[in-house]
């Protein structure tokens, strides 16, 4: 997986090889999130592709499927989520699926009218009661390519013609819906599908530096939520242009999508087990965190376990994981933890982080450079009086085949650094460091100490 970034923000130009985890560090504001928003907008499903209908006569009309204006509109969308400029993935990634995308596809399908009456309706009470009961409509379409066709058929029980019109009108734009959405359905599952098969990962997801708080929102109201996904249609000029108005697009709203069920995968709790004083139990559709026997209600909870919080209840396996600043809020003895957990995640998923945790930087090198045994990682585990660790002990085993690499991204670039070195040192944050322990010598020397 290569990502290709060009005048994107603060990247002027970067090429950057993904391995199984693939690590971003440098300065502030040097473009590691944007290379990892690069990622995620070139992998994630979109959702606009536009179908476009021209009613030939009743009964029948003609629609298309529109790659440019797909690829038009995907490019504009993004404006409001990441800088103008280029990225993309190599050597597939979502851009490339909608500009060459085509689909065979042909089915027949019934609808119902579903009238509401509403006051001033062409319908009366009673009419609205026979169409919705009697009425329906047989629909047939194929699509071949980019073109397709569609016909069908309307029976209605016995009503007034303004009533038949009004009922009419409705149900041919329910006819066009239906097929939209069937025909989006058939494109982000190829979509999906060629994803998979490219890269083997079943979903994308993004897990923002803010996600304590998120969590902390979202866990402190006590009920499952959902986030509840419109759609609309456009008529124009005889014309009906229909797209779906799909906000998951948005890696923070597609990231509380992912967190509103409240639900964990049982394998990642047990390898972040380690990290945590208590016990997390779901009861009903709450997460109880407990120390003891003691329930202790969200809000008062350390800010090291909302951020855990935030990323149990996001990673599943066979996902690409893209995390932002995994440090934050955490003790120096649980970023090691946190620098485990992620080298054994690369075992069961592709993951890039950005960071600037020189503890977590070099963790990841000394893994990378020395693959240790299970019982090895229990030797840590005993060191740093960490407590039921197996599970994620088992899994840094089985990460031993996983490719790490390093970028440091600075000055417009993103430069890959050799394990070895950064085995020694973290770019940028040692010379600070060199810096300031100079300018301490230069004080003591000039006090005398």
């Known amino acids: 997986m290569k990502l290709i970034a060009k005048s994107l923000g603060p990247i002027d130009e970067a090429v950057v090889e993904l391995g199984d985890l693939t690590v971003f560090e440098g300065p502030p504001s040097s473009g590691k999130s944007t290379l990892l928003k690069a990622i995620y ?216 999508s992912v967190i509103s069920s409240l639900s964990f995968n049982p394998k990642i709790y047990e390898m972040i087990k380690p990290f945590l004083k208590g016990e997390i139990e779901v009861v009903g559709n709450k997460l109880i965190y407990k120390e003891g026997d003691r329930p202790i209600r969200w809000n008062y909870v350390s800010a090291s376990i909302l951020e855990l919080m935030g990323i149990l209840l996001s990673v599943r396996e066979k996902q690409l994981i893209l995390l932002e600043e995994p440090e934050n809020q955490l003790h120096e003895k649980l970023k090691i933890l946190m620098a485990l957990f992620l080298y054994a995640l690369s075992a069961l998923n592709k993951v890039a982080i950005t960071t600037h945790s020189q503890t977590i930087s070099f963790t990841l090198a000394h893994l990378a450079r020395t693959k240790p045994e299970k019982n090895e990682v229990l030797k840590l585990f005993e060191m740093l009086g960490v407590k039921g660790g197996e599970i994620l002990a088992e899994e840094v085993e089985k990460a031993s085949n996983s490719k790490v690499k390093f970028y440091y991204v600075h000055d417009g670039t993103a430069e890959e650094m050799d394990i070895e070195s950064v085995s020694r040192e973290m770019p940028g944050t040692s010379k600070v460091m060199d810096k300031e322990i100079d300018w301490f010598n230069w004080l003591y020397a000039r006090r005398g100490q």
């Open 41 to 256: 907008y070139s992998l994630a499903w979109g959702g606009y592709p536009i179908v476009n209908f021209l009613r030939e006569r009743e009964g029948r009309f003609i629609f298309k499927v529109e790659p440019e204006e797909n690829l038009r509109r995907f490019k504009d969308s993004l404006a409001i989520y990441i800088p103008n400029g280029e990225f993309s993935v190599q050597p597939f990634d979502i851009q490339k699926f909608l500009r060459e995308v085509r689909v065979n596809l042909e089915e027949k399908f019934e609808i119902k009218p579903n009238v509401s009456f509403y006051y001033g309706s062409d319908c009366t009470d009673s009419e609205v009661v026979r169409v919705n009961s009697e009425g329906r409509a047989e629909v047939s379409y194929k699509l071949q390519g980019l073109s397709g066709e569609a016909e069908y058929t309307i029976y209605l029980p016995s009503i007034s013609r303004n009533c038949e019109n009004y009922v009419k009108g409705l149900i041919e734009g329910n006819v066009m819906s239906s097929i939209a959405d069937r025909v989006i359905n058939r494109l982000k599952d190829g979509y999906l599908n060629a994803r998979s098969h490219a890269y083997n990962v079943n979903d994308v997801i993004f897990i923002p530096f803010n996600r304590a708080s998120i969590i902390e929102n979202k866990i402190s109201e006590e009920v499952e939520g959902t986030i509840t996904i419109g759609s609309r249609v456009t008529i124009r000029s005889g014309s009906t242009l229909y797209f779906p108005l799909e906000i998951t697009i948005d890696y923070r709203e597609k990231y509380k």
